[in-house]
């Protein structure tokens, strides 16, 4: 069974600059997760879809993150313009379902973003 | 706000020792924990979930849960250095029928020769 795929793995950009990364994953899993780690920190939840529709999206800074996962499947994390404090770990992971107590997650490899 | 805790460490032990690691948790309504292990570099992986208080063991690994204190521990038995990693415990407080995963900062672990 494939795991979790993202790209890119890694990123460098300059402030002020837009980056997007995709995730694709696990066939069959409804749920998908984007978590922004910061090194020393745990994975903090940005954005939770379940199939297409957004489940919690609390934690993420709207006035310059975005996310869409238009086909219940990819997803694509956008990041417009990038600051100094973004620079971190983008993980993706996704569950066979959200509405279920132990619903294990499943991380891909992460894209490590560093901010000049 | 919902809340986390692990203590950071490092938690140092020696080989075959047990390992100890502790999280607390805010929202009395969190139904299922989690812990996963996460190498340096590496994404997070799944070790063990647990959701009925008590005791719940798979292999040399032990995860304890208590509600009413709103505790759950992960005990590590017989330590090995490829234990050597981060422990991030992970709740699910029940929200609107969802559940949003809410992860502590971890528990860096050296289990040393």
């Known amino acids: 069974e494939a795991g979790v795929a993202q790209s890119p793995r890694y990123k460098i950009i300059e402030k002020r600059q837009s980056v997007a990364f995709w995730c694709n994953p696990i066939?069959?899993?409804?749920?998908l997760y984007w978590y922004q780690q910061i090194l020393g920190q745990g994975p903090k939840l940005l954005i939770q879809?379940?199939?297409?529709?957004?489940?919690?999206d609390s934690q993420l800074p709207k006035d310059r993150f975005s996310a869409e996962r238009l086909k219940g499947v990819d997803s694509t994390l956008k990041i417009q313009p990038a600051k100094l404090e973004d620079s971190a770990v983008y993980l993706c992971?996704?569950?066979?379902?959200?509405?279920?107590?132990?619903?294990?997650?499943?991380f891909g490899p992460g894209t490590r973003l560093t901010v000049l | 706000q919902k809340e986390v805790e692990q203590n950071s460490g490092p938690l140092s032990v020696p080989e075959g020792a047990i390992a100890s690691l502790n999280c607390t948790y805010s929202?009395?309504?969190?139904?299922?924990f989690f812990w996963y292990r996460q190498y340096s570099g590496k994404s997070p992986e799944l070790i063990m979930f647990?959701?009925?208080?008590g005791d719940k063991e798979d292999g040399r690994f032990t995860a304890q849960l208590n509600k009413a204190s709103q505790y759950v521990s992960l005990l590590i038995r017989d330590s090995q250095p490829s234990d050597s990693a981060t422990y991030l415990c992970?709740?699910?407080?029940?929200?609107?029928?969802?559940?949003?995963?809410?992860f502590g900062r971890g528990t860096s672990l050296i289990v040393h020769p």
């Open positions: 992970a709740v699910n407080p029940a929200s609107g029928g969802s559940y949003i995963p809410t």
């Open positions: 929202d009395r309504g969190s139904q299922s």
């Open positions: 992971a996704s569950s066979l379902g959200q509405a279920v107590p132990n619903n294990e997650q499943f």
């Open positions: 066939s069959g899993h409804a749920t």
């Open positions: 647990i959701y009925s208080n």
């Open positions: 879809f379940q199939n297409n529709g957004v489940v919690d």
